[in-house]
């Protein structure tokens, strides 16, 4: 069902067409790392090409965001200003919100595809990051992992309206944001104990 989901945004480079044959995957911000070397393997939005590491990172990403719109879509139907809804419409919205909780990829596998894709932040963002994490820690605010994964979410939606809305610049100018959070993000992360083995 997630590959279903997912087909729309997100489809596989074919090598035999020679137009998508040796393009380099997209990611090129500072933060990440700078331009990454590997060859792109698929494509997001129509527009974007990525490699394996970097693509399932933005495709898990996006298909959570997707998730949780839908999920937030049925919500709005289950609250106390929504007069009687008829027990079976409310035994079916629940069935639907639930379903779209479970189907989605989890917080967990995101971290993972987060670590996996970004695995070693710049000196320079690991020490901006350090020091977030002291003052949120003064302050006793949200972690800057927090507040990354939902800056994160939010360029993942505006970039599936912008991709939906079919403004491509838009769309272009985005992910160039979207790379620095996720990288960040995943710097913030490194201390959770899901770096991958091996
Ligand atoms: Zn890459």
């Given amino acids: 069902m997630t590959n279903d989901v ?11 067409n020679e137009l998508e044959r040796g393009l380099h995957c997209g990611v090129r911000h500072p933060d990440a790392g700078g ?3 590997r060859t792109a393997t698929v494509k997001m939005y129509g527009i974007l090409n990525f490699c394996p590491e970097h693509g ?9 965001e997707a998730y949780q719109e839908a999920a937030h879509f049925f919500e709005r139907f289950r609250n106390p200003h929504v007069p009687d809804i008829n027990e079976i419409v409310e035994r079916e919205l629940l069935a639907a919100v639930n379903r779209m909780r479970g189907e989605g990829p989890s917080d967990a596998d995101h971290e993972r595809a987060l670590l996996c894709a970004y695995p070693n932040p710049p000196e ?3 020490e901006m990051i350090a020091q977030w994490e002291r003052d949120c820690r003064a302050n006793r605010g949200p972690t800057p992992l927090d507040l990354l994964l939902d800056s994160l979410n939010t360029l993942n939606k505006l970039m599936r309206l912008s991709f939906e809305d079919g403004e491509d610049w838009l769309t272009e100018i985005l992910e160039y944001q979207r790379q620095e959070t996720a990288a960040r993000a995943a710097c913030a992360s490194e201390d959770r104990g899901l770096r991958p083995v091996g």
């Avoid at 997912?6 to 035999?16: E, H, N």
């Avoid at 399932?56 to 959570?64: C, S, T």
Wanted: glycine content about 8%; aromatic content about 8%; hydrophobic content about 40%.
């Fill in 6 to 16: 997912a087909r729309y945004f997100v489809r596989d480079l074919d090598p035999t």
């Fill in 35 to 37: 331009r990454c070397q």
């Fill in 56 to 64: 399932e990172e933005a495709r898990i990403g996006a298909l959570m």
């Fill in 124 to 126: 320079g963002v690991r």
